[in-house]
Structure formats: structure tokens, C-alpha cells
């Protein structure tokens, strides 16, 4: 008598369980923003992503000195990261201030899955599988969702954003979610070529961080001015981007880029039902509906495909393989 094959989760899942938890740390970050006013949209990116590039620089410096001849052998695409990351909080914080929590978040986030696509399809040849064409179609639709909801509030007058600031917001966002899909590329590339998670994501995160030091020396004193903003300077630098992007470099280890960024589609659900429960903004039933499509785009990519045991014969012990838990 044969016994049905038992599929144990392989690293591809949790790698995604790592992304989802990035995911919703990052979350918290227009949230966060919105406790210190008085602080710049480029202070903040800068503080948050520069000081906690820093830190997983510091971090991973014995492993960075390890690699460091393989590092130098790729350091086109280490340019190419650090460039993105230095790019991406400065486009990414515009984008929330000028057009809302909401909406920045799920522009920025949501434009990165296509990116990221094109670019591992132009630069890698990656073919999309269906599982991540559906998955990224119902969180895409979830997030031009999201985005309609808050343009429909500012355009009324209600979110407090003209509907001019929001145009540019948008614009911004396109930009973080391409930079967001080329440092992703870039971190998923080193490591596939064999360096470690924690010294590929050290150096990209590192030496970007290193790019945003002139901008927070020039805009960053308002952090200072008051305890609650150094609080939540340090927070952002410390929690989402610090143990954030520990997180997503494990991820990126286990799934390409392309799954990467469309997991952390669950990044702007969280930031607009955080918006609505803890800033105050309200989020009309359109906006909902986005959020359900996204949770839907979620269970696409993370839920174990199964696959039909082989046929065996009764005198047969059927062996156990991993499940390849998420595309591409």
C-alpha cells in the first residue's frame, strides 16, 4: 500500500514569509511620519533609510570583508543598487507628503512587481509563470484601487491634497517603485552569485546609505529639534529599515525579485488600514475593495501549489521532495 507524498515547505516559503514580514514593517512608516510634522519628507527618507543602511553595513562588515573580492567583480551591479537605494527613500517620503499616506504607499509599491518584471525579463531573460501573472494582477488591481480612492478624496477636497500635488506624488511613486525593483534586482543578483545575504544587502544598503548622509546633514536638524522626532528617526531607521531589510535580504535568498516585490504588495494594504486606525484618514469602500484584492494577490503567491504524487508501484517507497512554495 502506498502512502501520499508528504510536501514539506521549502526555503522558497519561507523566504516569502520573510518578504510578507518586511512587508509590515514597512508599513509603518507613513504611519510613523506623521508623529514628527515638522520634519521634511526628505529628512525622514533620509534618516531612515541612510542611517539604517548603515547599520546592516556595520553589521555584515566582517562578512563584507570576506567577499570583498567578489564584491569588486560585480561592481557594476553594487553601483547600480546603491545608486537605487540612495534614490528610493528620497521619492519614496515625497511621494507620501505630497500625496497622502495611501496613496504614495501604493503607487510606489505597487508599480514595483512590474518593474521588477521587466527588469529581470530584459536583464535576466526570466519567464513569468502564470501563478505570479495572476497573483500580480489581483494586487495591481488592488492597488489602482487604493489609488482611485485617494484621488477621489483629494479631488473632493477631503485628504487635505490638491489634486496638482497629487499628479506629482504619483510621478515620485513611479520613480520608488522602479528604484525599489532595481536595488531588489540588484541585492537578488549578488546573491545568486553565491555572496551571502547579509554581505550583498550590507554593501548595496551600506553604501547607500552613505549617498544619503549629505542629505540628512542638510535637511535633518528638524529630527533634533524635539524627543518624539529623534523617536521617530530612530525608529525608522531601527525597525522598518534596519530589521526590515534583514528580513528581505533572507527573502531575497530564496525568491527572485520579481515575487519579492509583488509579497510586499501587502506593504500599502497595511499602510491604509493603519492610516485609517491610527492617523485618522478615511477609507471610502473602493479603497476597501483594493485592500481585499491585495490580500487576494497574497494567497495567489503563498499558498503551497499541489502537485499529483507520481504513479508508484505497491512494493515502492515513494520518496519526499520540497515544494516550490512560491514562482518564478
Same mark, same amino acid.
Given at each position: ?165 497629487? #499628479?506629482?506624488? $504619483?510621478?515620485?511613486? %513611479? +520613480?520608488? !517603485?522602479?528604484?525599489?525593483? @532595481?536595488?531588489? /534586482? *540588484?541585492?537578488?543578483? &549578488? ?78 494594504? #497595511?499602510?491604509? $488600514?493603519?492610516?485609517? %486606525? +491610527?492617523? !485618522?484618514?478615511?477609507?471610502? @469602500?473602493?479603497? /476597501? *475593495?483594493?485592500?481585499? &484584492? ?14 499529483p504524487a507520481p504513479r508508484l508501484r505497491a512494493t515502492t517507497t515513494p520518496t519526499t521532495e520540497p515544494e516550490q512554495a512560491?514562482?518564478?
Amino acid at each position: 500500500m502506498t502512502r501520499p507524498a508528504v510536501h514539506a515547505p521549502g526555503p522558497a516559503g519561507m523566504g516569502a514569509v520573510c518578504v510578507l514580514m518586511a512587508s509590515v514593517l514597512w508599513g509603518t512608516t507613513g504611519t510613523a511620519a506623521t508623529f514628527a510634522p515638522g520634519v521634511g519628507p526628505l529628512a525622514i527618507g533620509a534618516a531612515a533609510m541612510g542611517l539604517g543602511g548603515l547599520l546592516q553595513a556595520l553589521l555584515a562588515a566582517p562578512r563584507i570583508a570576506g567577499e570583498a573580492a567578489r564584491l569588486r567583480a560585480h561592481r557594476g551591479v553594487v553601483v547600480t543598487g546603491a545608486l537605487s537605494v540612495g534614490a528610493y527613500p528620497l521619492a519614496f517620503y515625497s511621494s507620501m507628503h505630497l500625496a497622502g499616506v495611501a496613496a504614495g504607499t501604493v503607487v510606489s509599491i505597487g508599480s514595483a512587481p512590474l518593474a521588477s518584471a521587466f527588469i529581470e525579463r530584459v536583464r535576466d531573460g526570466r519567464r513569468l509563470t502564470r501563478r505570479w501573472t495572476a497573483g500580480a494582477g489581483l494586487g495591481l488591481s488592488g492597488t489602482v484601487l487604493l489609488c482611485l480612492a485617494e484621488t477621489g478624496r483629494s479631488e473632493s477636497g477631503t485628504a487635505g491634497h490638491s489634486a496638482r500635488a497629487t #499628479v506629482l506624488g $504619483v510621478a515620485l511613486g %513611479l +520613480v520608488a !517603485g522602479f528604484t525599489y525593483a @532595481l536595488y531588489s /534586482w *540588484a541585492a537578488h543578483r &549578488l546573491i545568486s552569485r553565491g555572496i551571502p545575504s547579509g554581505a550583498a544587502m550590507g554593501t548595496v544598503f551600506g553604501l547607500g546609505g552613505l549617498l544619503l548622509l549629505p542629505v540628512l546633514l542638510a535637511t535633518g536638524a528638524p529630527l533634533l529639534a524635539s524627543w518624539s522626532n529623534a523617536a521617530v528617526g530612530a525608529y525608522m531607521a531601527l525597525i522598518p529599515m534596519f530589521l526590515g531589510y534583514l528580513l528581505f535580504g533572507w527573502g531575497l535568498a530564496h525568491v527572485p525579485a520579481s515575487t519579492a516585490t509583488t509579497l510586499s504588495l501587502l506593504e500599502p494594504a #497595511v499602510a491604509a $488600514v493603519l492610516a485609517v %486606525l +491610527v492617523v !485618522g484618514e478615511r477609507l471610502p @469602500l473602493l479603497g /476597501w *475593495a483594493g485592500v481585499a &484584492l491585495v490580500v487576494g494577490c497574497l494567497a495567489v503567491l503563498t499558498t503551497p501549489s499541489r502537485r499529483p504524487a507520481p504513479r508508484l508501484r505497491a512494493t515502492t517507497t515513494p520518496t519526499t521532495e520540497p515544494e516550490q512554495a512560491c514562482p518564478g
